[in-house]
């Protein structure tokens, strides 16, 4: 079995797939000899620790050394934030998906926002752009179709009218090609279950203050939960806490 087909077996809706998120190999080898069953980068991680903002500042090239690097490293298979697939036009998708793919990752996070923007590709136009990520990726590739819809809306909006719109983006991300459906910035546990209990794809819940326990989650029927900037975040608040302690020593 590929290493793509067993990081999808490993998706079960109530007893979701833990992704603590690495950003290089070091972390990576970390999470990996915690017990992880595969390793996720987050983009926002990878980015930071290279000095460059989220939102595809950091150069193409990077992400795909960075995604050799750590798949090459680790036994586990390895997923990758690619973000928008650093490109717009479905060819262009397409040809740095196969890249991507290249590099011995299982599968990637791909998401629906218009990058740089507080707006989201359209329906029509974000099929096309999985169907081509799918086509350059083939067919085994993990394929992760993040929407954006609860991250550009305050919480206290998130409804069962927003979910609704996010299970017609899941239903028409799936038909294009996509396996697993990732909605970050969705925290009621309620609308969770509403989202899982409809959308036919493995669901993708991202971990953080606010967000309800693995076991709330587990029991919504989510398949995979994954911590985005989280671990990175805490690891550095360690080495600056670590580092204050030693220069005060006197």
């Known amino acids: 079995m590929s290493k793509a087909l067993a990081f999808a077996a490993l998706h079960v809706a109530g007893d979701p797939l833990i992704l603590y998120n690495a950003w ?3 972390s990576a080898r970390a999470v990996a000899g915690a017990g992880a069953k595969a390793i996720a980068t987050g983009s926002w991680s990878v980015a930071a620790a290279q000095g460059f903002d989220d939102g ?6 990077y992400v795909l050394a960075s995604a050799a690097r750590i798949a090459g490293a680790v036994s586990l298979p390895v997923t990758i934030d690619f973000e928008g697939g650093y490109a717009v036009k479905p060819d262009d998708v397409a040809a740095n998906v196969a890249r991507l793919a290249a590099t011995g990752a299982a599968g990637c996070n791909f ?3 218009i990058v740089g923007k507080n707006k989201l590709h359209s329906i029509p136009v974000q099929i096309k752009r999985i169907a081509a990520a799918r086509a350059g ?3 085994d590739f993990f394929i992760n ?5 609860f991250l550009q809306a305050s919480q206290d909006t998130h409804d069962k009218a927003m979910v609704d719109v996010a299970i017609k983006r899941a239903t028409a991300y799936a038909a294009a090609g996509a396996s697993g459906f990732f909605a970050p910035g969705l925290t009621d546990a309620a609308l ?3 989202l899982c209990g409809a959308v036919e794809l493995p669901v993708n819940i991202m971990a953080f203050p606010g967000v309800p326990s693995t076991s709330v989650l ?3 029927g989510v398949s995979r939960i994954s911590y985005g900037p989280g671990p990175y ?3 550095m608040k360690a080495i600056e806490a670590d580092a204050q302690a030693a220069f005060a020593w006197r």
Do not use: C, H
Request: glycine residues 6%; hydrophobic residues 45%; charged residues 30%.
């Open 56 to 61: 595809e500042a950091l150069p193409l090239e």
């Open 137 to 139: 990726a083939g067919a």
């Open 145 to 149: 179709a993040r929407t954006d819809i």
């Open 111 to 113: 998401e629906d926002q």
């Open 192 to 194: 969770i279950a509403q």
């Open 24 to 26: 290089d190999v070091g």
């Open 218 to 220: 587990a029991n919504a």
């Open 233 to 235: 975040r805490s690891a």
